[in-house]
T-cell receptor
Framework: AQSVTQPDIHITVSEGASLELRCNYSYGATPYLFWYVQSPGQGLQLLLKYFSGDTLVQGIKGFEAEFKRSQSSFNLRKPSVHWSDAAEYFCAVGAFGGGGNKLTFGTGTQLKVEL | DGGITQSPKYLFRKEGQNVTLSCEQNLNHDAMYWYRQDPGQGLRLIYYSQIVNDFQKGDIAEGYSVSREKKESFPLTVTSAQKNPTAFYLC?????????????FGPGTRLTVL
């Protein structure tokens, strides 16, 4: 069975500083990986996804993530954080092709941005 | 406007009562999903359906029931058998045309048991 670990429950950064949110996954086959963002009381919005090919994936709002198979990681990065980036971020791994097209989510990282 | 709607946004119920949460999508997506979200626990899958009149249990199906009579609708009933129903409930949908399709989420319903 697949699993996702987001080791940081809370992260605080200053506006304009760089950001890296960690995600480690466990999956027996080639993983399909996602990052979603959630504002308080809202649904989840897709930031980016990795299926194959280039291991550096670009997403919306200036975010990017890098897939590192050797480290089983899919860390999310942003070079300069804006106050509006404050939200909760979820990493997810997909089980497809007979797995019911299901996603397994990490427990999330709450990002606070200091002005 | 295409999207996923969930209603109501806030729902209150007394202990021992069943309650049904609505999820509708006009994206012509094949699969629909229900998740439960609790603080610090991420999202956990309750039920999912890949075609009409068929659905499967997720990781925490006990105390919940669903139906899929129409492609665009996937209501979730929280029964009195669910021991701790207070949570944020999220519905999602996706195409099944390809393995790599993305799940899209509705705005959620917050259920509080009084």
């Amino acid at each position: 069975a697949q699993s996702v670990t987001q080791p940081d429950i809370h992260i605080t950064v200053s506006e304009g500083a760089s950001l890296e949110l960690r995600c480690n996954y466990s999956y027996g086959a080639t993983p399909y990986l996602f990052w979603y963002v959630q504002s308080p009381g809202q649904g989840l919005q897709l930031l980016l996804k990795y299926f194959s090919g280039d291991t550096l994936v670009q997403g919306i709002k200036g975010f990017e993530a890098e897939f590192k198979r050797s480290q089983s990681s899919f860390n999310l990065r942003k070079p300069s954080v804006h106050w509006s980036d404050a939200a909760e971020y979820f990493c997810a791994v997909g089980a497809f092709g007979g797995g019911g097209n299901k996603l397994t989510f990490g427990t999330g990282t709450q990002l606070k941005v200091e002005l | 406007d295409g999207g996923i709607t969930q209603s109501p946004k806030y729902l209150f119920r007394k202990e021992g009562q069943n309650v049904t949460l609505s999820c509708e999508q006009n994206l012509n997506h094949d699969a629909m999903y229900w998740y439960r979200q609790d603080p610090g626990q991420g999202l956990r899958l309750i039920y999912y359906s890949q075609i009409v009149n068929d659905f499967q249990k997720g990781d925490i199906a006990e105390g919940y029931s669903v139906s899929r009579e129409k492609k665009e609708s996937f209501p979730l009933t929280v029964t009195s058998a669910q021991k701790n129903p207070t949570a944020f409930y999220l519905c999602a949908s996706k195409l099944l045309a390809g393995d790599t399709d993305t799940q899209y989420f509705g705005p959620g319903t917050r259920l509080t048991v009084l």
